[in-house]
């Protein structure tokens, strides 16, 4: 896979296999897989904040909810402790 394929993902999107990068920038694993399962952190489910699928591939900057992994928690996470929209009780 390309450096440019690995571009960066959100600091919330995590995986059972670890990837991304290291707060010095150092990559340590691609993390894209096929036949893994991806979930938000912010959410913890596969969707995000904004109900769009939680992967790498969707994960990337310019999507409304991500954030940089070298970002500040309150700037990344507005509202966190807003409810998503959507189904339940």
């Known amino acids: 896979m390309s450096a440019a394929a690995r571009a960066e993902v959100c600091r919330w999107l995590r995986s059972r296999s670890a990837y991304g990068r290291t707060a010095e920038g150092a990559e340590w694993l691609a993390g894209a897989s096929t036949v893994e399962g991806y979930w938000c952190l912010r959410t913890m489910e596969p969707a995000g904040p904004d109900d769009a699928l939680a992967e790498p591939g969707a994960c990337r900057p310019g999507r409304a909810c991500f954030a940089a992994a070298g ?6 996470d507005p509202g966190a402790s807003a409810p998503r929209s959507g189904g339940g009780a």
């Open 71 to 76: 970002e500040a928690l309150a700037a990344a």
